[in-house]
């Protein structure tokens, strides 16, 4: 019994140290209040393995001093871990200094014993074929029992009221330590009564430390937390799917049922429906879906991403689908806003800008029509009237070219047409088309005078830029211009006359 006792508190001792060293080491801040703790329940079980294995009365005496002594430096690091791990305010800090010189002198008082023998005595009893000996506690003694016992009710109290004060994620962790405190106060409360030879409750200190160690720095509340984002992720408005290893779905919020249809908790049909609905999806990269849903088009962003244990191996992903219709849609007039002419509602110069920066040169025709005489209409019958005027050039324009063209008012009653898919053979049509847009324009409707246009034509195969293809139908709308309006010339017979 002996041995196994005093094997079970040297492995305790090297549990405390091994703790302790880890704790110091601890990137949390309260790390070192745990080490603390831990290097001072070394002192007690250490004093209690030499009164056990000792059967010398000198050897003995020195163990329980050991143990007292340090039971009160046990106390002192309790007293600052409570400090940290409870978050005590500045102002009650100051109430550790009249413990702290309660232990102080208590130590003091039990060193005296050496002197005046007022604390304890030690007497020898045989247990177990072999001599102890057990304490004969007197009046000091019982003064370091009352200090040492009240400091632990303080902190047991305080323990108690962040339990019931804190909010359940936190006050689970403040009640396992409260219960592990009293669970051994009591232990060693027992063995202070039983008077046996072998103080047992030293198995309930290396319990609480351990419990102390891995509650304060790596305990986090897994089921609360798995229960809290569960209801978290269920209320969020965006769809989430979880995946297991196999990308098997295993589990989806309210907004990824509604989204798929999942009747009764048959999360695997989310695979499936999910990639009709989406495609394949790919870690990492949010991307925008659109799908139309009845009469409307809905607008998605989704983003997987996948997830890891700490040694790197993958256990999983989860997918979000998040409806951005109506940011889609405000975006869209917004940008609409920007790149159209609001008179005309064709394109403004903004928009043309942006139209050739993306434009293949070589398939693309380019259209420069100029209102003839515009300035006229505007003196004789007012800007109401010439802006009806450039109103019904825009639509002309629109009406008389394809849908897949682009009008542009880049400014005043300068319009641009650009004609993609386009080459020199459908030199007819185009011939046919501007001869069409006269025909309209030069017949007044109602309060809207009768107009023409002037118009240049370019190829974007004799261009190298865009720049350089508005100068070329610059060019030609001049030729026309100077022709006697009303008409169209050709970049391309220009360069052919010239030549």
């Known amino acids: 019994m002996r041995a196994a006792f005093f094997i079970i508190f040297s492995a305790l001792v090297v549990t405390f140290g091994i703790c302790a060293s880890k704790a110091v080491r601890s990137p949390k801040s309260i790390g070192r209040a745990v080490g603390l703790l831990l290097c001072a329940l070394i002192p007690p079980v250490i004093g209690n393995a030499i009164i056990i294995i000792s059967g010398d009365k000198t050897l003995s005496t020195v163990g329980y001093y050991i143990y007292f002594l340090g039971m009160n430096c046990t106390m002192l690091a309790l007293i600052f871990f409570t400090d940290a791990y409870c978050m005590i305010s500045k102002k009650r800090k100051m109430l550790k200094i009249p413990f702290l010189l ?74 396992v330590i409260l219960i592990t405190m009293i669970v051994t106060a009591a232990w060693e409360t027992f063995y202070i009564f039983s008077r046996t030879p072998i103080d047992r409750s030293m198995i309930g200190f290396g319990f609480f430390g351990v419990m102390v160690y891995y509650f304060a720095l790596h305990y986090r509340p897994m089921r609360l937390l798995d229960s809290m984002l569960s209801h978290i992720a269920s209320g969020l408005p965006e769809a989430l799917y979880f995946f297991d290893s196999l990308d098997q779905c295993i589990w989806a919020n309210q907004s990824g049922i509604d989204l798929v249809g999942i009747e009764n908790e048959d999360y695997e049909v989310a695979t499936v429906r999910l990639r009709k609905l989406f495609g394949a999806f790919e870690t990492g990269e949010a991307k925008q879906h659109e799908i139309r849903q009845g009469d409307e088009v809905r607008s998605y962003v989704v983003e997987k991403h996948e997830v890891k244990d700490d040694h790197g191996h993958l256990t999983g992903s989860f997918l979000s689908v998040r409806d951005n219709t109506a940011e889609q849609m405000t975006l869209r007039a917004e940008i609409y806003k920007a790149t159209h002419d609001p008179l005309t509602d064709v394109y403004n110069r903004a928009g043309y800008n942006l139209l050739m920066s993306k434009m293949e040169l070589w398939k693309t025709i380019m259209l420069l029509v100029d209102g003839d005489c515009f300035k006229s209409v505007n003196d004789t019958y007012g800007h109401e009237i010439g802006d009806k005027v450039l109103q019904k050039i825009a639509n002309t324009l629109k009406y008389c070219f394809r849908s897949e063209d682009y009008v542009c008012r880049i400014g005043g009653d300068e ?85």
């Not at 005046?116 to 045989?126: D, L, P, R, S």
């Not at 008409?487 to 220009?494: A, V």
């Open 102 to 175: 309660l232990l102080a002198a208590d130590s003091v008082q039990l060193l005296c014993n050496l002197k005046w023998g007022h604390a304890f005595e030690t007497e020898a009893i045989a247990a177990g074929g072999y001599t102890y000996y057990r304490l004969i506690p007197l009046l000091g003694q019982t003064v370091h029992r009352v200090i040492d016992y009240g400091i632990l009710a303080i902190i047991i109290g305080i323990f108690f009221m962040k339990t019931v004060n804190s909010p359940r994620i936190n006050s689970e962790r403040y009640s």
């Open 415 to 499: 319009f641009v047409v650009l004609m993609l898919h386009s080459d020199s053979a459908q030199k007819e049509l185009i011939m046919n088309r501007v001869a069409k847009v006269n025909q309209i324009l030069n017949t007044g409707e109602g309060e809207i005078p009768p107009v023409t246009v002037s118009v240049g034509i370019a190829h974007g195969q004799d261009a190298s830029y865009p720049e350089q293809l508005f100068e070329h139908a610059d060019r030609a709308l001049y030729e026309t211009k100077k022709n006697g309006k009303k008409g169209y010339t050709f970049y391309e017979d220009l360069v052919s006359k010239t030549e």
